[in-house]
Structures are given as structure tokens and as C-alpha cells.
């Protein structure tokens, strides 16, 4: 009787938190957060329809206008009030073997790939979006390169096999298992804040930036693009893979991201590109692309290695990433945001 007792007290404590949470963050944030720390483990087919399958209108309306767009600001205000390191830490510090279990085989690239044909490999994919970046970037033995958020080190390892040397190759993250599983591949890099660092001027001549712009909160784009300007050689080229948002208002999913990425703000396409501008930059290729193919095939290897997955790291992680990827997906097929390539050069 009293295990029952308690056990109800517990529901309804749980229950009473969701709905304050789902009042103040919006019920998608609260949603999420119900199903990322539950200890089930979900259907896939089911959880994934869950969260992208279409919605009626007044469903859709609640959903998308909370936190409402002037409580929002407030709430991000706040949100982000906390450093960097943090955020990156809690997100990317979770296992480097448990990535292995979704991410491409060949590369481990945590960013969205090129599939170029419906029945394409995500390896094939991520392969067909190194070929495109590397031709923008156009590195050369003895140029000084610099990637932004090596990641797992995928774009170093291919850079350096287009060049035919590793010297001069030089990468910057703030994941400390990052580091050390791309320093034990015989790489130069180094734990740093990319956005605090201070560049030595005219000292760069390739930049290469692959899904760590999302990081740099629209506050911080101009004085970082002017750092980067500096930094590079005239003729220098910077390339770079990120997402953006599409319009305003901020939509109600940057609070829900805060979930995965605590401390990270989307900017605006159109900030990034005045900001690029700027600070002298001429944008010489903007292409957009869909992340969702990427996103769906993350979400099917986690689901195939599910008992491997939580081996290494717990139920809690692996429901945080099957809630994340299929809410991801939402997010771009409802067109709050698109990702762009994009190659600036210093004239
Ligand atoms: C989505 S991952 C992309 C990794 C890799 N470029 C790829 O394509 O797989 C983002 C990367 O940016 C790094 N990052 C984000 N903000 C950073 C900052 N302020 N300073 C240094 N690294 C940062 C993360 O540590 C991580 O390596």
C-alpha cells in the first residue's frame, strides 16, 4: 500500500513539474524532456513518428507559438547565460564509442552529408560532401589550415590525404574526448575557444569550419567573422558548413535545443551574411542543402546497434538522441532554418 502510495506521489510530482515546465518552456521542451530522461525504451517506428508525424491545425498552433515570441527572448536570455565549454561539454563528452554507433563508418562526421542520389550510403554521402568542401577550400601542401571544431577529425584526416602532409594542419575544440581520440590519430590540435582565441594576423590561409558556426550566438558573428578576416593571408579562403535560421521571430524550438546544446543560439542567414560582409569578406558560393536524410540515417544505426548503445552509455543518453533526431528533423522540414556551404575569400 505505502510502495503504491509513493509510487503516485511520484507520478503526480512528475506530472505537476511537466505541466509548470510545459507552461513556461513550451510543451514540446517539456515533451522532450519527458521522454529523453525516461528509463522505456521506445518503438523506434513509433517514437519517430511521434515526434515528425503531421499535426492538425490547433495542435500545431500550440505547439509552434509556445513560449510565446516575447517570452521567449526572456527565457534565452537567461538560458544562455552560461559559458561555451559547458554546453559543448554536455553535448559531445558523452562517449566517443557511442557515436561510432550512428555516425558515418568512414569519417565520423557529425554534420550534415551530400547524398546526391536517393539510394546513396550515409558514408557515400559524407564522402560526396568532403569532395565538395575540399574543392572550395582548395588546400595546397604549405598552406597554414585551420579547422573549426575538428570533431572526430574526418575533415583533418581528409585534408591531410589531399595534400599528401599533416604539417600545417591545425584544429581547435572544446570537447575533451574529441581531443584525445584525434591527438592518438597523430593530429595538431588543440583543446581552445575558437571564439576567444586570439588569431596572430595574416597568419592563416585556409579555414575550414564544419558544423561549429551553430555554436557562435548571433552577438558574438561579428566580432568572430572580423577576427577570422584578420587572420587570414589576402587570397585566403574560408569554407563553411553550418545552419542558420530562415525568419524571424526566433522560433519556440531554440528554447527545445537548449535540451542538446545548452548555451547554443542559431543566428539568422541574414546576420551571418552582413556580418560575413562586414568584416570584408566576399561570398564567392552560398548553396543550401537538407540535413533530414543525414538525420533519418543517424536514427536507423542507433536503432540497429540500440543494445550496444546502451551498453556504453545508459538508456538516458540513448533516448536523449532518439528524441533529438527525430525532433531535429521537424525542425528543418517545417522550414525554420536551412543549411548552407558557403566559401568567403579575403580579398
Ligand atoms: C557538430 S560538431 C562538428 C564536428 C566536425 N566538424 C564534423 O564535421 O564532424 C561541432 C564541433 O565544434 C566544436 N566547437 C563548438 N564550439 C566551439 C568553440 N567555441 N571552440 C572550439 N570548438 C568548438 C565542437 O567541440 C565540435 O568539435
Known amino acids: 500500500m505505502e510502495g503504491s502510495a509513493s509510487g503516485q506521489a511520484g507520478f503526480v510530482s512528475r506530472a505537476r513539474r511537466l505541466l509548470r515546465l510545459g507552461a513556461s518552456h513550451g510543451p514540446l521542451y517539456a515533451m522532450a524532456l519527458h521522454r ?43 538560458m544562455l547565460r552560461q559559458g561555451h565549454a559547458e554546453g559543448i561539454e554536455f553535448h559531445y563528452d558523452v562517449s566517443n564509442d557511442f557515436y561510432r554507433f550512428f555516425l558515418d563508418q568512414d569519417y565520423m562526421l557529425y554534420t550534415c552529408a551530400r547524398f546526391l542520389a536517393d539510394d546513396e550510403t550515409l558514408e557515400q554521402a559524407q564522402k560526396n560532401k568532403v569532395d565538395f568542401l575540399i574543392e572550395l577550400l582548395a588546400p595546397e601542401a604549405g598552406h597554414q589550415i585551420l579547422d573549426l571544431g575538428f570533431g572526430w577529425g574526418g575533415m583533418m584526416r581528409c585534408i591531410s590525404e589531399q595534400i599528401g602532409t599533416r604539417d600545417g594542419l591545425l584544429g581547435y575544440t572544446l570537447s575533451k574526448q574529441q581531443l584525445a581520440f584525434v591527438r592518438n590519430l597523430g593530429f595538431d590540435v588543440e583543446l581552445q575557444d575558437f ?71 542559431l543566428a539568422m542567414h541574414n546576420v551571418h551574411v552582413a556580418a560575413v560582409k562586414q568584416a570584408g569578406f566576399i561570398i564567392k558560393e552560398d ?21 550496444k548503445a546502451i551498453a556504453t552509455s545508459g538508456i538516458h543518453i540513448y533516448n536523449e538522441y532518439m528524441t533529438f533526431f527525430p525532433m531535429a528533423w521537424r525542425f528543418f522540414h517545417d522550414g525554420d532554418s536551412s543549411l548552407h556551404r558557403m566559401l568567403l575569400i579575403k580579398p
Open 36 to 78: 529523453m530522461t525516461a528509463s522505456a525504451q521506445y518503438d523506434p517506428e513509433a517514437n519517430w513518428r511521434f515526434w515528425t508525424a503531421p499535426r492538425n491545425g490547433v495542435l500545431e498552433g500550440v505547439l509552434r507559438g509556445y513560449p510565446s515570441a516575447g517570452h521567449r527572448g526572456k527565457l534565452l536570455d537567461k
Open 195 to 265: 571564439i576567444e582565441k586570439n588569431y596572430a594576423p595574416e597568419s592563416l590561409d585556409r579555414i575550414i569550419s564544419i558544423g561549429s558556426l551553430e555554436h557562435v550566438r548571433p552577438d558574438e558573428l561579428l566580432h568572430f567573422y572580423n577576427k577570422l578576416f584578420r587572420a587570414l593571408r589576402p587570397g585566403g579562403r574560408m569554407v563553411a558548413q553550418f545552419f542558420s535560421l530562415d525568419h524571424e521571430p526566433i522560433p519556440p524550438s531554440m528554447v527545445w535545443v537548449q535540451l542538446f546544446f545548452p548555451g547554443s543560439l
Open 287 to 307: 548553396v543550401t542543402d537538407s540535413y533530414k536524410k543525414t538525420l533519418r540515417c543517424w536514427y536507423d544505426n542507433l536503432v540497429n546497434n540500440r543494445d
